[in-house]
């Protein structure tokens, strides 16, 4: 049976709850860009002592922003755009192309069973949410 993009993100869902996973995805360039309006607000309304007062605080802010968030991963799955979520999935479906299955369940279930597969396709979802989204992950303790 042809697998579908949904059925692959499904898959990963089922995966990521099962390990515990969760993600934060950085706003590293957002953060970045608040200390410059920042330090320029600070020095027009304070002169000197404002660009200081006004970079350190545009420096704490974008640090916070950037840091991200912690989300479950199924959640970041299903929001990826179409583009995306098909970019994952390219890179899944290798993994799962010798498998025969009749439907997502048994799907679910080939991989869960199989230890070597499930670790193959677990590292395919940590690279992607690691080098293409720039994830930091962390799992349930």
Known sequence: MPITVDD???????LSQVKGMKAAVKHSARGALLGIPAALLGGLLGGPVGIAVGG???????AWMSSGQFRPVPQILWQLPPAEQKKLYNKAVVVLSR???TDI??????????????????????NYLSKELGAKIQYRQ
């Open 105 to 126: 369940a048994e799907l679910t279930t080939l991989v869960m069973e199989d230890m070597c597969l499930l670790e193959n396709l677990t590292a395919v979802l940590i």
């Open 56 to 62: 350190a605080v545009g420096g704490l802010l974008g």
């Open 8 to 14: 692959v993100i499904q898959l990963l869902c089922h």
């Open 99 to 101: 498998l025969h299955w």
